[in-house]
Structure formats: structure tokens, C-alpha cells
């Protein structure tokens, strides 16, 4: 992504109002648009919808690009959830070379990065409009693993199948 891709992706955060976003069916469309044959994605996410910027799919499309290109032995990336008393949980993560101790915190950080440092930066930003926030927690050289919290009130269970 280039300065004038990023500049008109971020001009678009937060243009549309936020709307109810099927979590597996976004993640198949990123999927579906990937070159990632040798690596398989299991979504186990049932029926859950987050309210989010339009844009949710950039994030969804970041994490698995990012895993694909810096995870290095990638075979499978796994999306899965759980519930606390105050929020919901959504991991994303993959069994590649997972991300250096010493980046951890720098990672969301504009330009930090091996390509062009604006990609966790922007999906931090798409995910702050609706008040979820993003972390990284994996263990290095055991995958990356992020997780989104998503507070209640801005996720559900839709009824369809």
C-alpha cells in the first residue's frame, strides 16, 4: 500500500455510518481474493455479526495478508472467539514465525513495519470507530495472534444460517 492508497483509504474511515458485519462471511470474501494456496482458513465464528466501519474488511484482508507475507511457513490461519462477562474476543491467528517480543508494541504504530507500516496502523483506526480495540499476543516463533475486543452492544448472534 502507497502513500496515495493509504491517504485514500484513511480519508475514508469513518465516512459511511458503521453497520452489522457477518465475521465469516467477510472473512471468506478476503479469503476468496489472496494468493494463498498452500494455506488453509478454519472460521469458527457461527453467526457473528460486529458493528463496524465498512471498512472492517480492510482489517480482515491486513491480518491475513500480513501472515501470508511476514509468517514466512504459514499452513494455517484459524479465526475463532469467546465471550467474558463484558466484551467478546475475536482471535485471529496463524501458526507461521509470529512477531518479535521487541515489535509487539510498536506494531500499530504509523510506518513501523517491514512494508509500508500503514496496515495495522489503518486497522486500529477502522476498529477505534466503534470502540474495539486490537493487540497482538502470540508468541514468538509460535504465530501471531491478535485479538479484537469488541464490547458488548457492538456484536450479536444473527438467527440466520
Known sequence: MGDGTFTRIYQNVGVQPPQWNNVKNSISSVFATVNAETVSIEVNTENLEIYADLLI???FFNLIENALRHGEHVTR??????????ELILVFEDDGIGIPEQDKDQIFTRGFGKNTGYGLFLAREILAITGITIRETGESENGARFEMMIPEGTYRFSNAK
Open 77 to 86: 490461519i484459524r479465526v475463532s472467539y469467546r465471550q467474558t462477562e463484558k
Open 57 to 59: 474488511e480492510k482489517v
